[in-house]
């Protein structure tokens, strides 16, 4: 049976359009309110610009044969037990019965790149290494390698496309990272992640601010497109409900 995508590319654009005018909304409220946050924080507390992405991943779900899942979105019902940390909060995670199926984060950055592509870096790399030496010890109990995937949105701007010098006097950095904007560097991370196993798939979308009209969004690379993205969760999934016999 050929994998449903559910309809994922006009979801996107819907998405995109969701992301950037929650945003806005967000900054205008805490304005008018006398509150702003510093810098862009205005545009994140709200809490639900990627609640559209969060969306598709359930409609993936449900499209390809695992109707019975549970799929919980909400704080709640989202940690983890970790091994080098008591617990980990995800943003998605998809399970049945006993069996965890799939843990996903959604993460985005508008501005304020240079500081934040190094906490994202660190953040990414230690919640894998946290949740596969967790997997290893038994945390989920003997079961299959669940997907752990990781969508990253960037905003598309001047700033995230430039080319960043970086000084390292002792020994030469790795020559991709040479001149690389933040928007490639976040390409290089996302391929690595999974050429590392750490994510089963890591993708990176970048979109204008102006996207809230249309919901415009681009791929960096077909590694870590949102194609790529949508189409190894669908054959996770469906392979999963092959396998559990849940339709």
């Given amino acids: 049976m050929a994998l449903d995508l559910a309809d994922y590319k006009n979801k996107a654009r819907n998405a995109v359009k969701s992301f950037w005018n929650s945003r806005a909304k967000a900054a205008k409220k805490q304005k ?31 499209a390809n044969g695992l109707t019975t899942a549970q799929i919980h979105r909400k704080r709640a019902a989202l940690t983890l037990p970790g091994y080098y940390r008591p617990t980990k909060l995800w943003d998605i995670l998809v399970l049945h019965k006993n069996e965890l199926i799939a ?9 304020s790149f240079g500081k934040n ?21 038994g945390a989920f109990g003997k079961k299959p390698r669940p997907f752990v995937g990781w969508l990253m949105l960037v905003e598309d701007a001047p700033e995230s496309r430039s080319s960043i010098k970086d000084n390292s006097p002792h020994f030469e950095i790795f020559k991709e990272f040479t001149d690389a904007s933040y928007i490639k560097r976040y390409d290089i991370l996302c391929q690595k992640l999974v050429q ?28 870590t497109s949102l194609t790529t993205f949508v189409t190894s969760f669908a054959g996770h999934i469906a392979a999963t409900a092959a396998r559990l016999g849940s339709h």
């Fill in 32 to 62: 008018a309110s006398g509150k702003s946050d510093q810098g862009g924080r205005a545009g994140v507390t709200a809490g639900k610009n990627m609640d559209k992405f969060s969306d598709l991943i359930c409609d993936i779900v449900r």
């Fill in 117 to 137: 592509f190094n906490n994202r870096t660190e953040e990414t790399i230690g919640s894998a290494h946290d949740f596969w030496t967790a997997y290893r010890e």
């Fill in 196 to 223: 590392e196993q750490l994510y089963t798939t890591a993708s990176v979308m970048t979109s204008p601010r102006c996207a809230a009209k249309n919901g415009d969004y681009s791929d960096v690379s077909s590694m």
């Fill in 103 to 111: 843990a996903i984060e959604l993460k985005s950055q508008v501005g």
